[in-house]
């Protein structure tokens, strides 16, 4: 199979809604660390050629031992931004020429699977843009400032957008060229995209994927990590 997929793992934040001294990304969760989750998930993958880990500027030269629990010639390290569109940004300029796919993921969702990642990767191959994502399955509510409900949104045709997402390489190079002309940031790449003239589809991603935000989010993952998709 041939290796072209280039993985981007952002994990630069500071991780301070979850009220701890410790970066949200170095904790243990689930057996591990939370970063080595998804490092370890990405290198199964036969077809990824590098996986570049967005760190803390302080901790690119000084990386947590346990970081190097994977294949090292499959490692590289790159500086964090001022925020995540720079950071993404910065994780591209360090892939290797070969790879003309490139997946971007939260190190915030370790418990992504090889099987998501497998249909995003399938998809930007198509040529398309990929966003591993859920239908909205909750009644939603618009309140405003005083938490006082205004309308009922119709959920139909909504999505919890997830990562990993996956681009062609030209497709999310052009998207960042353009953001950095206009000083555009946003919360996902996928977002950045909507801005090109590409088409941008969802495929199935996994509820045990979820996002580690707050504290109690860690009690959450645990108890997902026991179910098997």
């Given at each position: 199979m041939?290796?072209?997929v280039g993985v981007i793992i952002v994990a630069a934040g500071s991780g301070s809604r979850t009220g701890s001294t410790e970066l949200k990304q170095f904790r243990w969760v689930?057996?591990?660390?939370m970063l080595l989750h998804s490092l370890q998930t990405f290198q199964a993958l036969k077809e990824v050629a590098m996986v570049v880990c967005v760190l803390p500027r302080e901790h690119v030269g000084d990386p947590p031992p346990w970081i190097f629990q994977c294949d090292a010639d499959r490692l590289l390290l790159s500086v964090g931004g001022r925020h995540r569109t720079e950071s993404v940004a910065n994780g591209m300029e360090d892939l290797p020429g070969e790879c003309g796919i490139v997946?971007?993921?939260d190190a915030a969702r370790p418990l992504v699977s090889t099987e998501t990642v497998?249909?995003?990767i399938e998809e930007a191959r198509a040529g398309?843009?990929?966003v591993?994502?859920?239908p909205v399955t909750d009644t939603l509510k618009r309140v405003d400032s005083q938490n006082r409900v205004v309308i009922t949104v119709e959920r139909a045709g909504l999505w919890r957008a997830q990562t990993p997402q996956a681009f062609p390489r030209a497709i999310l190079e052009q998207a960042h060229r353009?953001?950095?002309e206009v000083s555009r940031t946003a919360h996902d790449d996928a977002a950045l995209c909507e801005h090109l003239n590409v088409q941008i589809v969802v495929v199935e991603g996994s509820e045990r994927a979820a996002k580690i935000t707050t504290e109690s989010d860690f009690a959450l993952v645990e108890a997902l990590s026991i179910f098997r998709e």
């Open positions: 041939k290796a072209d689930a057996g591990k660390p997946i971007v993921h497998s249909r995003v398309n843009v990929a591993a994502a859920l353009d953001a950095r």
